[in-house]
């Protein structure tokens, strides 16, 4: 006998159209083609410009507002909340309550099984998201908080990638987190040029292993830059 009270599982998670668009308008936002406090165009200019309904960019704005990267003030339109600095307070009281071990504890329970779901379950668009992100990582030369931004960006795109809403809302609560200021002021002291470089090549490795969908390579790579980050947080006590 059939459940009335199940909800169709078409709602659980956005649809193929609005990630587009939430995928097209975080990157603007995370690499600050739309600044923090900036007013993003109207909805009927976004839904002209990336050729969807509006309802449609309506429906990812709401998902923006829910992750705390935008506000949407009646009367005036949606504004940019998200801080790149990743120094203020963190959004979640949660998250505002995590210890740096804390982090790196959960990080190490979620991040290896999320890139393995990610492979599984990932859309050829969503890999393609990945690798625009990276080409934006390997830009970066010297910009710690650039780089950290992207990376963030990286880490959230494949928790999208294994369409489980309920890993994804753990994970927005991890990245949220991440964005305290002691791991801000962390970065800012040891992300040098020649690490960045190094996090770069690694990155690289990662992606291709997601393309290749290749698990095993792709789940060390987690465990290895878990591993460099707790070395980090271990030289700043």
Same mark, same amino acid.
């Given at each position: 006998?059939?459940?009335?009270?199940?909800p169709?599982?078409?709602?659980?998670?956005?649809?193929?159209?609005?990630?587009?668009?939430?995928?097209?308008?975080?990157?603007?936002?995370?690499?600050?083609?739309?600044?923090?406090?900036?007013?993003?165009p109207?909805?009927?200019?976004?839904?002209?410009?990336?050729?969807?309904?509006?309802?449609t960019?309506?429906?990812?704005?709401?998902?923006?507002?829910?992750?705390?990267?935008?506000?949407?003030?009646?009367?005036?339109?949606?504004?940019?909340?998200?801080?790149?600095?990743?120094?203020? $307070?963190?959004?979640?009281?949660v998250a505002?309550e995590t210890?740096?071990l804390?982090?790196?504890?959960?990080?190490?329970?979620?991040e290896?099984?999320?890139?393995?779901?990610?492979i599984?379950?990932?859309s050829p668009?969503?890999?393609?998201?990945?690798?625009?992100?990276?080409s934006?990582?390997?830009?970066? !030369?010297?910009d710690a908080t650039?780089f950290v931004?992207?990376?963030?960006e990286?880490?959230?795109?494949?928790?999208?990638?294994?369409?489980?809403?309920?890993?994804i809302?753990?994970?927005n609560l991890?990245?949220?987190?991440?964005?305290?200021s002691f791991?801000?002021?962390?970065?800012r002291?040891h992300?040098?040029?020649a690490r960045i470089?190094?996090? !770069?090549r690694?990155?690289?490795?990662?992606?291709? $292993?997601?393309a290749?969908?290749?698990?095993?390579?792709?789940s060390?790579?987690?465990?290895? $830059?878990l591993?460099?980050?707790?070395?980090?947080?271990?030289?700043?006590?």
């Amino acid at each position: 006998m059939p459940n009335a009270s199940l909800p169709p599982s078409s709602t659980s998670l956005p649809g193929a159209t609005v990630k587009y668009v939430i995928e097209t308008l975080t990157t603007r936002i995370v690499t600050q083609e739309y600044a923090t406090e900036e007013r993003l165009p109207s909805e009927r200019q976004l839904a002209q410009e990336l050729g969807v309904a509006r309802n449609t960019v309506r429906e990812a704005l709401d998902q923006l507002e829910t992750r705390g990267m935008i506000r949407r003030r009646a009367g005036s339109g949606s504004f940019v909340t998200y801080n790149p600095d990743g120094a203020g $307070a963190a959004l979640s009281p949660v998250a505002s309550e995590t210890g740096p071990l804390q982090l790196q504890v959960m990080r190490g329970i979620l991040e290896p099984e999320m890139v393995r779901l990610a492979i599984v379950n990932m859309s050829p668009k969503q890999i393609e998201a990945l690798s625009v992100v990276l080409s934006k990582m390997e830009a970066v !030369q010297a910009d710690a908080t650039a780089f950290v931004t992207l990376e963030e960006e990286f880490h959230r795109l494949i928790a999208e990638g294994t369409g489980n809403p309920l890993l994804i809302a753990c994970y927005n609560l991890v990245l949220d987190a991440r964005r305290q200021s002691f791991r801000a002021a962390m970065y800012r002291r040891h992300l040098t040029p020649a690490r960045i470089e190094i996090y !770069q090549r690694g990155y690289n490795g990662l992606f291709n $292993a997601i393309a290749a969908r290749d698990i095993e390579e792709a789940s060390e790579f987690m465990k290895l $830059a878990l591993i460099e980050d707790q070395r980090l947080l271990l030289q700043e006590d």
